[in-house]
């Protein structure tokens, strides 16, 4: 196998893939690279089992082949080669040698026989959407997402195809997220799938290479195609991700989302993320809330930690309502705001024990357990 | 001239025995100690009993030995406590600044407390000592000084009812012809081993040379200089009355072998703890169970839930394998003890998905009923299954 590559190109092929790799994979192969040569282009794969990916690059292939090598070794001198112009040579012994002006270096690697291959995008159930859209979805609920392993169904977002949209929804078992759209959804598509935290986090950092990207997915696995194709980067075609799914039913969120409005605020989103996020700063490990006071045209804000002090932060709000008082984790009010670009957001409160709120007129809604204080 | 010497350490005289003697007054002057009997040890003995060579921590049989007449006293439990809180409050009626080091002993600030000199505020330090004898009749001895250091050092040198002042200025002269060994952090080896290299006194530290003293004590040398002098900053520190962790031990009669009695144990001190970290508004989320073998080695093993609890259903299903991983040796256990900790606040953080919510809701509710049962119906306990022992007739 033979070819030359751009430099950057070929650097900015091995950064897509190199996350997927842990620091310690069970098998030496799963560390590696694999580098396929094809006509215009190499393709380079890499999988840690539950999750695989795989990009194409613009390359001059001289003679087709295959090989793998380890991906952070190899990612890592890609990046320091001198000349923009490499050449990837690789000997049926799969010792490959890399030439870039001066710098020669030769690498061990192992036959692609080895290499698990990766499954193809099926076709059971499929369906196209905007990478923006999408990514923007992803951003507005993945936060909330559990990291407890004791809860594993809950590591990760889950996604509803039904009735007529697409439903993400997060949760950890004290918030909820929940952002959808309108989505074609034919009968015998309607389907949903838990697609793990780490593919979530990828597909975070991938997306928003092109256009529109196509996802499949039946009960066990999840695969996305997301449109790459850039001259500058020397993606072509689309980046392949394949994933296991989180295998289990999803707690039912449609019943803890409260049916009935009882107290709805409008609040200016940045404004009231400031006066969270700074009362907090009181906030200790073992005093991890902030208190909230909703009285007439007016919202206080107050935290305090016995071995430190306290904070007060008052805001003008429209509220003609009954007083009340809760408290939250201030997290679970800073996340939601943060990922929000909305301007203006509704909390909606009931009493210190049901849950709070948070809306805006585009079909998200995140649901906040309070903080009980005896 | 305001007062000079403000800083107070007062010293309960042979705490839990006093306790026991303010119930028992004819066992004063006689030869007493409060103590575990066959297998524990004496954790307090009257001066009488001291005198026969009784000192704490002996082990119970040994004190018995060289005292063939000491009069036993068991544990009250729950006493010391009380009497102790009633204590630092009288003393808290004469400044806010009290830090209490432990039940029995701790140190005033009277500072901020606004006396003309020093001989006023002696005579409201000796009211307090007399006010504690006659309204809880617990002896105590306290110590005066510009500092904490030569104030606890005065307090334990004329005990019991010992009342020392060491006028400000005067503090080196007043700890010059003592022993080294009255200095924190010199220990009864340290001491015999400082005198062998001619520190018999704390004076004489100040009559060697810088040189000598920083081979002798090491990098801390000039630490033990000042402490000679009486020098010492360290302001009093008011605590908090949180507690920080709660434990429970238990001494067996006889070694204990079987694993499913340890774990009945366990589970009984998990009943007995909870209910105080339920009445104190916390909850607890470590557990550390500690295992004693016959040879008095000891192992121990701890784990947290995720969330703390003031129940005690979450903590039993870790009683069996923390025992297993504590319990290493092959031999019979003499003690077992379980401790809570990672103690929090009461606020706790609801949950979206109400099912274990409810199960936890029914279960507190139970639990302040039991609690409210057990403190009421004296000697009637409602008990968990787990603490009915299988005995030969199949009832405890």
């Known amino acids: ?374 | 001239m305001p007062a000079t010497t403000t800083i107070v350490h007062l010293d309960a005289d042979a705490f839990f025995v006093s306790c026991e003697l303010a119930s028992k007054p004819e066992l004063r002057g006689t030869k007493c100690a409060v103590g575990g009997r066959e297998r524990g040890i004496i954790s307090s003995a009257s001066y009488e009993a001291r005198a026969c060579g009784v000192y704490t921590p002996m082990p119970t049989t040994r004190a018995l030995r060289v005292c063939p007449d000491l009069i036993l006293l068991p544990h009250t439990t729950g006493l010391y406590g009380i009497i102790s809180r009633k204590m630092f409050a009288l003393c808290e009626t004469l400044t806010p600044l009290v830090q209490r080091n432990s039940i029995d002993e701790g140190y005033l600030d009277l500072g901020p407390c606004g006396y003309s000199d020093d001989v006023q505020l002696e005579v409201a330090v000796r009211g307090l000592q007399r006010r504690i004898w006659d309204e809880l009749g617990i002896p105590v001895s306290m110590g005066i000084a510009r500092n904490k250091l030569v104030s606890q050092i005065a307090s334990k040198l004329r005990k019991p009812r010992g009342f020392v002042v060491v006028p400000s200025g005067t503090e080196t002269a007043f700890l010059a012809p003592l022993d080294i060994g009255k200095l924190p952090g010199i220990g009864a080896k340290t001491e015999a081993a400082l005198k062998e290299r001619g520190l018999a006194f704390i004076s004489d530290i100040a009559k060697r040379p810088e040189d000598d003293l920083a081979s002798i004590f090491g990098r801390d040398w000039r630490s033990v200089v000042s402490s000679a002098r009486g020098e010492d900053d360290r302001p009093v520190e008011v605590d908090h009355d949180d507690a920080k962790s709660y434990s429970q031990q238990e001494t067996f009669a006889a070694d204990i072998a079987d694993p499913a009695e340890i774990e009945r144990i366990a589970k009984g001190m998990i009943d007995e703890l909870m209910p105080q970290i339920r009445t104190d508004g916390k909850r607890a989320r470590t557990m550390t169970v500690k295992v004693r073998y016959g040879d008095f080695s000891q192992e121990s093993a701890g784990r947290s839930l995720a969330e703390a609890s003031d129940l005690e259903m979450p903590f039993y299903p870790l009683v069996a394998p923390l025992l297993r991983k504590a319990w290493t040796r092959r031999s019979a256990l003499r003690l077992v003890s379980v401790r809570f900790s990672g103690i929090e606040e009461p606020a706790r953080q609801l949950d979206l998905f109400s099912i274990e919510n409810e199960a936890d809701t029914k279960r507190r509710k139970l639990a302040s009923v039991l609690d409210l049962l057990n403190r009421t119906a004296s000697g009637a306990k409602v008990k968990y299954g787990h603490q009915i022992r299988r005995g030969t007739d199949g009832h405890e």
């Open chain 1, 1 to 374: 196998m033979k070819f030359k590559i751009n430099r950057d190109h070929f650097s900015n092929g091995l950064a897509q893939v190199l996350n997927v790799v842990g620091s310690k994979a069970t098998m030496p192969i799963l560390s590696n690279v694999l580098i396929e040569a094809e006509k215009d282009g190499i393709t380079l794969t890499t999988t840690n089992l539950d999750l695989g990916i795989r990009v194409k690059v613009k390359a001059e292939v001289k003679e087709t082949g295959a090989v793998t090598l380890p991906v952070k070794r190899l990612a890592g001198i890609v990046r320091e080669l001198p000349q923009i112009d490499v050449s990837f040579d690789s000997a049926p012994n799969h010792q490959v040698k890399l030439n870039s002006g001066g710098s020669v270096f030769r690498i061990m690697g192992i036959g692609k026989e080895e290499f698990p291959p990766l499954p193809d995008f099926s076709d059971d159930k499929i369906f196209s959407l905007e990478q923006a859209e999408l990514i923007s979805m992803l951003r507005s609920v993945a936060y909330a997402q559990s990291s407890d392993e004791t809860r594993y169904i809950l590591n990760g977002v889950y996604f509803n195809f039904r009735d007529g949209k697409l439903s993400l929804v997060a949760t950890d078992g004290r918030r909820l997220a929940l952002i959808a759209k309108e989505l074609e959804v034919p009968a015998e598509k309607a389907g949903s799938i838990i697609l793990p935290a780490k593919t979530v986090s990828e597909l975070l950092r991938m997306l928003d290479k092109g256009e529109k990207l196509k996802i499949s997915f039946n009960d066990r696995r999840a695969a996305f195609q997301i449109n790459a194709d850039n001259p500058d980067t020397g993606l072509v075609d689309s980046i392949y991700l394949y994933s296991k799914v989180v295998e289990g039913n999803y707690p039912n969120y449609q019943q803890v989302i409260p049916k009935e409005t009882h107290q709805r605020i409008k609040l200016e989103r940045e404004l009231f993320n400031e006066c969270v996020h700074r009362a907090a700063l009181v906030c200790s490990d073992k005093s991890n809330s902030v208190k909230l006071k909703v009285s007439n045209n007016l919202l206080e804000i107050s935290a305090s930690s016995p071995d430190f002090g306290e904070a007060h932060e008052s805001m003008a709000i429209a509220y003609s309502g009954p007083d009340l008082q809760v408290a939250f984790n201030p997290q679970f009010l800073v996340d939601p705001l943060r990922a929000l670009t909305k301007d203006e957001i509704y909390f909606e409160l009931k009493d210190e024990v049901s849950p709070g709120v948070i809306k805006t007129l585009e079909n998200f809604v995140c649901v906040v357990m309070p903080v009980r204080i005896n």
